[in-house]
């Protein structure tokens, strides 16, 4: 799932190659990306990028005084193209979800792999009125987002800190892979609970999480749309490489599974040397 350094990235590419422009035809593909029918789609035609943002996981791009609003959510992804066949796709078929052209004949494809269709696109007055984006919790990167910030956040939580971090009510953009990054650089137990955090574990996890996250989008800038993904997973150092061996201590990296998600992690480094166990899992991946 992209998470906020990813949709970070795909804005500033965005900015890069979209505002400006002039959107002529936006065509949804797959029948389940569109969430709202007011106003239309066909609004947008005709109108010029004037910005692009970022909410969270959400990209919004304004034009014409509405914002086209994106979650990707897990298998989604934006897919810029320099051109297009002549004749458009047809609604249903492939990973296809949805298309915008520019008039210059460039613009980008939204596409969806997997049966499971989560991808969502709002067109908007708005911003706010998208629910999801009315209720997401500050923003990790702001610089409002200091040290007492994250300790006032965290006083109210009575759970297990990964699920937590995962909150997008409670922060906004931390998925399941930037929550392990996070609590791996942290040295801290992915079922550690809030409520037992001492003042230094407060300290070590908002540092853990503001250079782990600064760092993913620093390494993403300048990388191309299509490249995103191979940059996230050359990045990781503990998710997704179960069974491979921590580049801090060179302790086997273990992995706990509930339902579809996982989560993965070093023993020496976060659990003193304790495997977890999996029927704790299911208190926080919800």
């Known amino acids: 799932m992209p998470e906020l350094p990813e949709v970070e990235a795909l804005r500033v590419f965005l900015d890069d190659h979209l505002v400006g422009k002039e959107i002529a035809r936006v065509l949804p593909l797959a029948i389940s990306v569109l969430k709202t029918y007011d106003p239309p789609l066909t609004a947008l035609e005709g109108t010029r990028v004037t910005s692009v943002a970022r909410h969270g996981k959400f990209l919004d791009i304004e034009a014409g005084g509405l914002h086209l609003c994106t979650h990707l959510a897990r298998a989604g992804w934006l897919r810029w193209k320099d051109s297009f066949p002549a004749v458009p796709p047809r609604p ?37 009125d998208v629910p999801r984006i009315a209720t997401l919790g500050p923003d990790p990167l702001a ?29 906004a953009g931390i998925g399941n892979a930037y929550s392990d990054e996070i609590l791996h650089v942290a040295k801290m137990s992915p079922f550690k ?94």
């Open 193 to 286: 609970r809030t409520a037992d955090l001492t003042e230094d574990d407060v300290t070590r996890l908002y540092t853990a999480l503001r250079t782990t996250l600064r760092d993913a989008v620093d390494r993403s800038s300048g990388v191309e749309a299509g490249k995103l993904k191979a940059e996230k997973k050359t990045g990781m150092r503990v998710h997704g490489r179960t069974g491979e061996a921590c580049p801090v201590c060179g302790d086997t990296i273990l992995e706990v599974s509930f339902s579809d998600s996982s989560l993965q992690y070093c023993p020496t480094c976060q659990t003193g040397g304790k495997p977890l166990a999996d029927r704790r899992l299911s208190k926080f991946l919800k």
């Open 92 to 128: 249903g078929k492939g990973p296809l979800a949805l298309r915008l052209v520019t008039t210059d004949g460039d613009g980008f494809d939204l596409t969806e792999m997997g049966t499971k269709k989560s991808l969502s696109v709002h067109l908007v007055r708005d911003p706010m």
């Open 143 to 171: 610089d409002t987002f200091d040290r007492a910030a994250f300790a006032a956040l965290l006083a109210g939580e009575r759970r297990q800190i990964k699920g937590a971090l995962r909150d997008q009510s409670l922060i």
